[in-house]
């Protein structure tokens, strides 16, 4: 079964530090994994993908994240935070093989300090 | 691109009341998607369409929910009962082929 973990229910970070927030994944085969955000009263917004190629992925905003294979995980990663990266980030998995369909981890709330 | 619009984006209903959640996918998407969002489940998938046709409607809590897609603009949520525990953020969100999802800003629902 496919299945998505986000260890960290919260992370805190500094304004300015770098920032990673986790993801882990299980899934058959070759997945199709994405980050999406969530801001206070609205939907979940895309970040970035990671579809073939290239294991480090850019995406808006200035995150990127890292897919890596051996390890099963897909962290996302922001050299300096910024206040208003401050939000709900969810992890989310696609099998190669599906409709459509994606699996969602639970989310981490990322909080950046000024 | 107006994006994926849900209606209404609020509703607050008593219990045994029947409640419908509406919602208009992305132009020329041909996959759309109900999720629940709840503080102790998370977001969860209700039922997802592929070309107007139900493809795995599993995450249906009970029969007290039904959901159909008459044509590829137009997506409807129902719940008849509703009960308290049904209170949630419902979220429409609309795909096609392998592009990211795209979602609705969520109509939050309350059952008092």
């Known amino acids: 079964a496919q299945s998505v973990a986000q260890p960290e229910d919260q992370v805190n970070v500094a304004e300015g530090n770098p920032l990673t927030v986790k993801c882990t994944y299980s899934?058959?085969?070759?997945?199709?994994l994405f980050w999406y955000v969530q801001y206070p009263n609205r939907g979940l917004q895309f970040l970035l993908k990671?579809?073939?190629?290239?294991?480090l992925v850019k995406g808006s905003y200035g995150f990127e994240a890292e897919f890596n294979k051996s390890q099963t995980s897909f962290h996302l990663k922001k050299p300096s935070a910024l206040v208003s990266d401050s939000a709900l980030y969810f992890c989310?998995?696609?099998?190669?093989?599906?409709?459509?369909?994606?699996?969602f981890g639970k989310g981490t709330k990322l909080s950046v300090k000024p | 691109d107006a994006g994926v619009i849900q209606s209404p984006r609020h509703e607050v209903t008593e219990m045994g009341q029947e409640v419908t959640l509406r919602c208009k996918p992305i132009?020329?998407?041909?996959?759309l998607f109900w999720y629940r969002q709840t503080m102790m489940r998370g977001l969860e998938l209700l039922i997802y369409f592929n070309n107007n046709v139900p493809i795995d409607d599993s995450g249906m809590p009970e029969d007290r929910f039904s959901a159909k897609m008459p044509n590829a603009s137009f997506s409807t949520l129902k719940i008849q009962p509703s009960e308290p525990r049904d209170s949630a953020v419902y979220f429409c969100a609309s795909i096609r082929g392998n592009s990211p999802l795209h979602f609705g800003n969520g109509t939050r629902l309350t059952v008092t």
């Open positions: 989310a998995v696609r099998d190669r093989g599906s409709q459509g369909n994606l699996i």
């Open positions: 990671y579809i073939t190629g290239d294991n």
């Open positions: 132009s020329g998407h041909n996959s």
């Open positions: 899934v058959s085969g070759n997945p199709y």
